[in-house]
């Protein structure tokens, strides 16, 4: 069996590496390939061919760079279906999902296509008499992006379209779990037109990362994964002189008031918390219920929901709710937290370990799992567990619960649901969390606007995609300018300092 290389200079590319990590499906737990764990030499090679490209690339009119996005959008949409089952082999997510993830990542390709109106930058006539005033968004160079394994195709969609159209050149280093949909996307690319060296991928671990956080060729670094690792690319990239935006990890709240509809609570919970099989940064992994009634109400639901739950392998055609978890050490790491929550006293009301589907005995299944009574000081509360494990919380007021969202290290999504305007607006006030759902219980930000959350979960001061990624992306030039004609005339412009 081959193994899986780079895209490199518009071809693939064999790695010499000598290392290797194994890619499996995890529906089945059997072995798809390995792939490359590639060298800093070979990083390097990506990193060469991109700075080459630049030269050419940040020449070419804002117009055209469009072009190319809209030929990659048709090209993506055509190929959806391959592409959504790649993801899904490789992730384990339900094809249906895998389709909606791509969608998500094609509309970040549609904003890149109105690139020409998003750098154009802004002019002053006559700052001073015949003299003229203006800014313009420039490429920043060669651009790095390493992605995490949960969103193969959406997360790098959220950077590197952006990149490329603002005239970069990119290099990107997507998860090692799941690696083939960014170099199909690559090869797509390369039909769309895009001439070589603009778009490479290279796969690997550490080692190609390092590289990229300190050559001094890469400008910009963008990073989506665990905070630990998203702090250490952070301050590694930063220490190196780059621009650097690093999504981390996340435990999202949602409270649930004593007003709130509960059929519409329950059904948004059952896809916030259990779709994708908890492996989204958006998830909802702990309900917050204000007074017993609501919690032991929506105790009662999500049993009555869980229990119709279908989970099986993302391609089977019987539409499961919910695949298997991505590796078998991660869906071991899920259940030994939901071995933590018991021995903490956790109430386990739906317990998800030792589940088997029927037919697919040896993939990484774990359960939809339900506690009760979890706790701040519990791990399952404090911590990021990332799996199909929901934890309700019981408090006796709203400001308890806005409490508990504001002292917890992450601050990436929450919601609220209620039909109280007044609650929802001290609410989105009050929380500090960077994206806030009223009555929408994943609340990310479409790509016109940025994603990105507050406290631990984003080290950085620039959002992805949408304005925040167009400033990512460039740096301004400020030009002003007089002409002969405007100097014969006596022209005005003087620093405040100068005469
Ligand atoms: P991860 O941090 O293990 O890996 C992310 C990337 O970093 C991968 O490409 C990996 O190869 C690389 N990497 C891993 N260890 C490294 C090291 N020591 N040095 C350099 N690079 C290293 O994350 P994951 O398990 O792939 O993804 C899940 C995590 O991503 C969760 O914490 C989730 O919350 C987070 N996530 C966050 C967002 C967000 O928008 N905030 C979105 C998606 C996922």
Redesign the pocket.
């Known amino acids: 069996m081959s193994v899986l290389g780079n895209f490199i200079g518009g071809k693939q590319v064999a790695s010499n590496s000598g290392r290797t990590a194994t890619v499996f499906n995890p529906a089945t737990g059997e072995k798809r390939f390995d792939v490359a764990l590639s060298s800093a030499d070979e990083t390097r090679a990506a990193i060469a061919n991109a700075q080459e490209a630049f030269a050419s690339w940040s020449k070419v009119t804002p117009l055209n760079r469009a072009r190319v996005m809209f030929k990659f959008k048709e090209l993506v949409e055509k190929h959806a279906d391959e592409l959504a089952e790649l993801i899904t082999s490789e992730h384990g997510k339900v094809f249906s999902d895998a389709k909606g993830e791509l969608t998500r990542g094609l509309e970040v390709v549609e904003f890149a296509c109105g690139i020409p109106h998003l750098v154009k930058g802004e002019h002053s006539l006559n700052v001073g008499r015949d003299v003229d005033s203006y800014s313009q968004m420039m490429p920043m160079g060669v651009c790095a992006g ?6 193969p195709a959406m ?1 790098p969609m959220w950077m590197f379209p952006v990149a490329i159209a603002c005239g970069n050149t990119f290099v990107m ?5 799941d690696p083939s949909t960014p170099l199909r996307l690559a090869e797509l690319l390369k039909e769309a037109g895009l001439p070589d060296g603009v778009f490479n991928v290279v796969n ?3 080692e190609s ?2 590289v990229l ?1 300190t050559d001094e060729r890469i400008q910009a670094v963008s ?8 702090e ?2 952070y301050s590694t990239a930063s220490a190196h002189g780059k621009r650097v935006q690093a ?4 435990k999202n709240h949602m409270v649930i008031m004593p007003d709130a509809d509960p059929g519409q609570v329950v059904s948004s919970l059952m896809g916030a918390a259990y779709g994708s099989a908890g ?4 998830a909802i992994s702990v309900a917050v219920c204000v007074g017993d009634e609501v919690a032991d109400k929506l105790i009662n639901d999500l049993k009555t929901e869980i229990a119709g739950m279908k989970v099986g392998a993302g391609m089977n055609p019987d539409e499961p709710h919910m695949g298997p978890l ?1 590796t078998r050490e ?1 869906a071991d790491k899920v259940l030994s937290y939901i071995n933590q929550g018991v021995s903490e006293g956790a109430t386990l009301v739906v317990d998800g370990r030792d589940f088997v589907v029927t037919g697919n005995e040896n993939g990484y299944f774990v359960g939809p799992t339900l506690f009760d009574h979890v706790k701040p000081g519990m791990r399952i509360y404090d911590e ?1 567990i ?1 799996g199909p494990v929901l934890s309700v919380v019981r408090v006796e007021s709203y400001e308890e619960a806005v409490q508990l969202i504001n002292d917890h290290e992450y601050g ?1 999504g929450t919601a609220i649901f209620t039909r109280d305007g007044d609650t929802a607006r001290q609410f989105t006030e009050t929380v500090q969390v960077g994206m806030i759902g009223v009555n929408v219980p994943i609340p990310v930000p479409m790509a016109f606007h940025s ?3 507050w406290k631990r ?2 080290f950085g001061p620039l959002h ?1 995609h949408g304005p925040d990624g167009v400033r990512f992306y460039t740096r301004m030039k400020t030009i002003t300018a007089r002409w002969p004609t405007g100097l014969r005339a006596g022209a005005e412009f003087s620093m405040p300092t100068m005469k």
């Open positions: 390493i992605s995490p394994f949960n969103f997360v280093k997507p998860s090692e779990k690997g671990d550490k990362v390092d956080l990073f989506v994964g665990s905070t630990p690792i998203a250490y690319i999504l981390g990890g996340a492996e989204r940064c958006m991505v991660h990021e990332f990436n994603f990105g959350g979960s984003l992805m």
